[in-house]
């Protein structure tokens, strides 16, 4: 007989809740979860991300696991356990086990004004998209966040990235004053101000004051006053436990279902998991938890217990990482306790790091750090033993960073799915041999990532050795590869593989010898034995397509073309019966073109203005614009004319990977910046530039990389970051996958290139002041030699003799490859 699981709430604890549940293969249990949003669960702990992308869809968790119920905009009102039935305002559900994992709303302080228009809280998606409307409406100037933690830092980034002046305040004497100590304090203060950022700590507000149109000015406690347009009260958050005391529930001390080390309340038959838990365990008599790990640990208990297991909850680990602002701030264990403490400052990089031991300094009880992070996954695995080198070593190592390190195989490595040294070392005798492995199989750097850096050293203990190799004819990484062919002025691949390789090459390492070649030594990329190491693509300087015909994609800068160009597009088609589309990239492919007719299709092209779209090339490929401030309502700069600028400047420019760019007007990003290697999107102020997004089988959002820039140091950071990725980059190794695999990531990238921290800078400038002097169109330069021309033959026997074998059928007006296998699916009735 099937017994009713009903949880109530669907955010992330809920969410892990049911995953556990369907991981351990309950069977008999009919599961149904009643949620109040309107939306399935998704990651609270990135809200934030939200404004990278205002799209509710990159936060998604993945919905219910298969055969739950999910009952959204259904919000549990009332409990009756003498009935086992929970009510919504739908109607009443029975249950045999209810899971309470209602969450916690946002605290608003008691003060005036608090609900005047221009007032938001900071907890869910629609609270930020009400307070982006609000904000992005003209005259909306000055923000303020009332609360310095992580929840008010976080949203002050949001009034940044909404273009207000903006100003945080605290009434705690420090910024998060729960987190950090005063030293630590002090130097996150100093990173945010230098942001642009106004802090007012030890001060608190005594009343907001407006009108109907909105919230004018914020009174200070000690008689001072601000000029606000927006308010985002950050003050903490407090436990949904409206339903325990007409359900006869105990609630803890400062609120929160009060729930034993099993996470049961009085009740066997109810649960409570998360933020609206109050966890007594040790004598303890209640805390609730405002961190997702904690939650999650109840989640796996609960799932455990309800399916006949024992686990117990034992004292959370509420260690934190977070980079706020930009700045790495973490927390882990009892920073605060009596014992001895280290303490390193460094005023010049702005980096804070405490330790704190025991008196007899064997036993790390926990610690802080500021501005520089990189210990704490190390750090914080070490927390309850001792610590795996000198304290000093661990805070500031000399020579290379590294430090040696011992950890007992029951520290825990990833706090966020319990997985220890043990497991991950188990994993990696058992064959895991990169991280991708030790995710797959441990669930380790699966949540908050902070322990990636952590499992790389385990696998280089563990004698797992990443290979470098470009390929069997080289034992080099293509970097490595790239700096010989720099440094030794090599200019050719068989000079390359005869002093540097072995045997003759293969169609691995050609193409991408290839490429270095064509990025250092700036020529025809088909002229001499460059030619022969081509893949098929650049061989003809056209995409082939699956019948043996090539597409042919001239360049349209920007997306910008005039009518008489256009016409011409259209009359090439025309005359050589050649397919139509207009891609993704704003720009017209004509598909359908035999070998030999590229030439003649490309002198009519070139003669009108067209060059070389490069759609063949590991190279750019398109800087895909919006109209901008010439045309819309909204636009604020000039994209049209900085996209044409930078794919003129670009063109050509070979790469490990193909890349996409592109430029937004405005906020509204219709240009889907921060889906490209590189996109810009303008601001009042200037361009903000991400880095490293990609579409493509594995998506990822671009990150935002620098703000407010002119267009001169725009290009200025491009020209570096691209230089930089053509450098060091493997083969075919997209932008966002080198940064991903990048020691440092996005921060050493700012070093590098910002801040010129490995002294290549005035180098990188210089190799792509080279690239777009020595610019040349492939096609035009074809055209000009009849000996280059000679390559365009389907026979070279018979170089007027067309392929027999490529054959058309008509579908929708226009010539398709003749199918031999099932027709395409189509929609009936009248298109």
């Not at 298969?66 to 009756?80: H, N, S």
């Not at 966890?279 to 938890?289: A, I, N």
Request: proline share 5%; with cysteine; charged share 20%.
């Amino acid at each position: 007989m099937s017994r009713n699981l009903v949880v109530a709430g669907h955010g992330m604890v809920a969410q892990r809740f049911l995953e556990a549940f369907a991981d351990r293969g309950a069977d008999g249990w009919t599961v149904t979860v009643l949620a109040e949003e309107h939306r399935p669960a998704y990651d609270r702990v990135r809200l934030s991300a939200w404004f990278d992308t205002y799209d509710a869809a990159d936060l998604d968790l993945g919905g219910a696991p298969a055969g739950v119920e999910l009952r959204l905009g259904q919000a549990v009102t009332a409990i009756d356990r003498d009935r086992r039935v929970v009510v919504t305002p739908a109607g009443e559900t029975p249950y045999d086990a209810l899971v309470l994992a209602t969450g916690s709303r946002a605290f608003v302080p008691p003060i005036a004004g608090a609900d005047l228009p221009g007032v938001f809280v900071y907890r869910t998606i629609d609270d930020l998209e009400q307070l982006r409307e609000w904000s992005t409406a003209n005259g909306r100037r000055v923000g303020a966040v009332l609360g310095g933690g992580l929840l008010g830092l976080e949203a002050a980034n949001a009034l940044r990235l909404l273009g207000l002046e903006t100003h945080v305040v605290e009434f705690a004497p420090r910024l998060m004053p729960l987190q950090v100590d005063e030293g630590g304090g002090a130097v996150l203060r100093r990173h945010i101000e230098a942001l642009g950022v106004t802090v007012h700590t030890a001060r608190g507000c005594a009343g907001l004051e407006g009108g109907p149109d909105g919230v004018t000015t914020m009174r200070f406690n000690d008689g001072g006053e601000l000029a606000v347009d927006v308010v985002v009260v950050a003050a903490g958050i407090r436990p949904r436990d409206e339903l325990a005391e007409a359900a006869g529930l105990a609630k803890g001390p400062r609120g929160g279902f009060l729930v034993d080390d099993s996470c049961a309340t009085a009740d066997p038959a109810v649960w409570a998991i998360g933020e609206c838990a109050s966890l007594s365990v040790e004598g303890g008599d209640g805390v609730c938890y405002g961190l997702v790990a904690p939650g999650y640990a109840m989640a796996e208990v609960v799932a455990d217990r309800i399916t006949g297991g024992g686990s117990k909850m034992a004292l959370p680990d509420t260690s934190t990482k977070l980079k706020l602002l930009g700045v790495d701030v973490a927390s882990f264990g009892a920073p605060f306790a009596p014992g001895l403490d280290v303490v390193v400052t460094d005023q010049v990089t702005g980096v804070y790091a405490k330790l704190l031991l025991t008196d007899d300094a064997k036993t790390l009880l926990g610690g802080i750090l500021v501005g520089d992070a990189s210990a704490y996954p190390t750090l914080r695995a070490s927390l309850g033993g001792p610590l795996p080198a000198a304290p000093l070593a661990m805070l500031a190592p000399a020579g290379d960073g590294a430090v040696k390190m011992d950890l007992p195989g029951t520290a825990q490595v990833c706090s966020c799915h319990a997985v220890t040294k043990d497991h991950v070392t188990d994993a990696i005798a058992g064959g895991c041999a990169d991280v991708a492995g030790l995710k797959t199989c441990t669930k380790a750097g699966t949540g908050c990532g902070s322990c990636i850096p952590l499992l790389k050293q385990l696998l280089a203990a563990g004698g797992v050795a990443q290979s470098k190799a470009l390929c069997e004819h080289f034992t080099y990484s293509r970097q490595e590869l790239f700096d010989i062919i720099r440094v030794r002025r090599v200019t050719s691949f068989s000079e390359l593989v005869s002093t540097y390789g072995s045997g003759r090459g293969c169609d691995i390492c050609k193409p991408a010898i290839a490429s270095i070649l064509a990025t250092t030594n700036p020529g025809y990329i088909l002229d001499g034995e460059q030619a022969a190491l081509q893949d098929t693509n650049d061989h003809f300087l056209a995409n082939i397509q699956r019948d043996g015909t090539y597409s042919v994609v001239p360049r349209i800068p920007g997306g910008e073309i005039t009518p008489e160009k256009l016409i011409v597009i259209g009359e090439v088609a025309r005359d050589f019966g050649l397919y139509t589309k207009i891609t993704g990239g704003q720009r017209i492919d004509l598909f359908g073109a035999r070998v030999e007719q590229l030439p003649v299709i490309w002198q009519r092209l070139v003669e009108a203005g067209f060059e070389s779209g490069h759609a063949y090339g590991k190279a750019l490929r398109t800087v895909k614009s919006c109209v901008g401030e010439t045309w819309c309502r909204y636009g604020v700069q000039d994209s049209v004319g900085l996209a044409i600028d930078l794919e003129l400047r670009y063109r050509g420019l070979r790469a490990p990977h193909k890349l996409k760019s592109a430029v937004s007007g405005c906020a509204r990003e219709c240009a889907e910046a921060r889906s490209k290697d590189f996109g810009i999107i303008a601001t009042e102020n200037g361009w903000n530039l991400y880095v490293a997004g990609n579409g493509g089988f594995r998506p990822r959002h671009a990150d935002l990389f620098l703000t407010d820039l002119s267009t001169e140091d725009l290009v200025r950071y491009i020209d570096r970051f691209l230089m930089y990725y053509i450098r060091t980059a493997d083969r075919l190794q997209r932008t966002a996958a080198w940064l991903e695999a990048m020691d440092g990531g996005l921060d050493h990238l700012r070093d590098v290139i910002v801040d010129d921290s490995l002294g290549l800078c005035a180098e990188l400038d210089a190799q792509m002041a080279q690239h777009v002097t020595a610019y040349a169109d492939e096609w035009r330069a074809t055209l000009d030699d009849p000996d280059r021309l000679a390559r365009f033959v389907s026979f070279v026997n018979a170089p007027e003799t067309p392929d027999p074998d490529i054959t058309f059928e008509v579908e929708r007006g226009q010539k398709v490859p003749t199918r031999q296998g099932p027709v395409p699916v189509t929609i009936g009735g009248a298109r």
